[in-house]
Nanobody, 119 residues
Framework: QVQLVESGGGLVQTGGSLRLSCAASGRFLSISAMGWHRQAPGKQRELVATITSGGSTNYTDSAKGRFTISRDNAKNTVYLQMNSLKPEDTAVYYC?????????????WGQGTQVTVSS
């Protein structure tokens, strides 16, 4: 079993910054890709950014230049630094990780953390 716990969400004004964290724990052998997704009210969940265990990153177009994903492999933790936030960034942000256990490699999700950007 793998647990992902997010933290760092909150309310911020337009142009402000937030840093999200997500720590993985449980019984797993390794974690390959980690990432952040978000879901705004009435919309589908969308990918925001991903990072491999080697540090290669990928961003959705709306996040490029404003968000930075990073990870600490020793702590099994992924971060999302969000700058220049806009009201359209308001959403529940979910952490995801591809973890290898004894029996399989599966995707795991956190419970989500709310980010609200006021105009």
């Amino acid at each position: 079993q793998v647990q992902l716990v997010e933290s760092g969400g909150g309310l911020v004004q337009t142009g402000g910054s937030l840093r999200l964290s997500c720590a993985a724990s449980g019984r797993f052998l390794s974690i390959s890709a980690m990432g952040w997704h978000r879901q705004a009210p009435g919309k589908q969940r969308e990918l925001v950014a991903t990072i491999t265990s080697g540090g290669s990153t990928n961003y959705t177009d709306s996040a490029k230049g404003r968000f930075t994903i990073s990870r600490d492999n020793a702590k099994n933790t992924v971060y999302l630094q969000m700058n220049s936030l806009k009201p359209e960034d308001t959403a529940v942000y979910y952490c995801a990780a591809a973890a290898r256990t004894t029996f399989s490699t599966s995707d795991y999700w956190g419970q989500g953390t709310q980010v609200t950007v006021s105009s």
